[in-house]
């Protein structure tokens, strides 16, 4: 069985509290505490991504991605699956072939560019595109952004998953869908529903599967908390500077 044929089967036929839990590293190093601590795939987060690379969210280029993907994709044997964003204005060919050549398995390509939403019928016909380009050998995570540019309809979100699974799409993300419309989302949609969580607080997992979540990603949540770690631990080693202000 192929790594994507692996990772799409993942998805198959999870009970409502045990969804897929894929953790999101950034750079090899994380990705191999990842594998160690037993999770079967991970996704990367282009944000998570980003700040190791330092630059802003979204300001990564798509050379760098591509890039630190691969680095990520060939220090594990686990499934990965590529956050690519908006894909970084390829065409949906030489997007998948730059996919398969990092070794991803899978991708989520975001439905809005410029801080504004794409047309959702344009959008499916290029979903579509990749879809054909990529035949079987990508699973695609259709990313909905309605939630997070204040179109708070979950109808709006359940047109565009229904647009998107027609076009191909393996799942779709409502990214930072209210807990409460989790139920309206999963009664809405046909196939796997990503939902993004929060590590160490809100709903667990389970109680989001519980509402309808097939998937579970934290986005850049788990490199933030690494962070604030690796803060804490510098704080405590000694030859620091005096902090400012004192």
Request: overall charge negative; glycine content about 12%.
């Amino acid at each position: 069985m192929s790594a994507a044929a692996r990772f799409r089967a993942l998805h198959r036929h999870r009970v409502a509290d045990d969804p897929l839990v894929l953790p999101g590293p950034w750079d090899a190093a994380s990705a191999r505490v990842f594998e160690r601590a037993g999770f079967p795939a991970l996704a990367t987060p282009s944000a998570g991504i980003a700040a190791s690379l330092g630059y802003a969210d979204g300001a990564t280029p798509a050379g760098e991605m591509f890039a630190a993907v691969a680095r990520i994709a060939r220090s594990v044997e686990v499934p990965v699956s590529a956050d690519v964003e908006d894909g970084y204005g390829l065409a949906p060919k030489e997007l998948v072939e730059r996919l398969l050549e990092a070794g991803a398995v899978g991708c989520n390509l975001e439905d809005s560019a410029g801080g504004r939403l794409k047309e959702h019928r344009a959008h499916a016909e290029w979903l579509a595109a990749v879809r054909e380009a990529a035949g079987d050998l990508l699973f695609v995570n259709a990313r909905i952004d309605t939630f997070i540019h204040g179109v708070t309809d979950p109808d709006r979100a359940i047109e565009r998953a229904a647009a998107y699974v027609a076009a191909g799409a393996d799942c779709v993300y409502p990214i930072a869908a209210p807990v409460e419309v989790l139920p309206l989302l999963r009664a809405g949609t046909s196939g796997p529903l990503n939902v993004l969580a929060l590590p160490g607080a809100g709903p667990s997992p389970a109680e989001l599967g519980g509402l309808g979540a097939t998937r579970i990603t934290y986005g850049h949540g788990l490199q933030q908390r690494a962070a604030e770690a690796l803060g804490e631990i510098a704080a405590g080693l000694p030859g620091r500077a005096p902090e400012r202000g004192r």
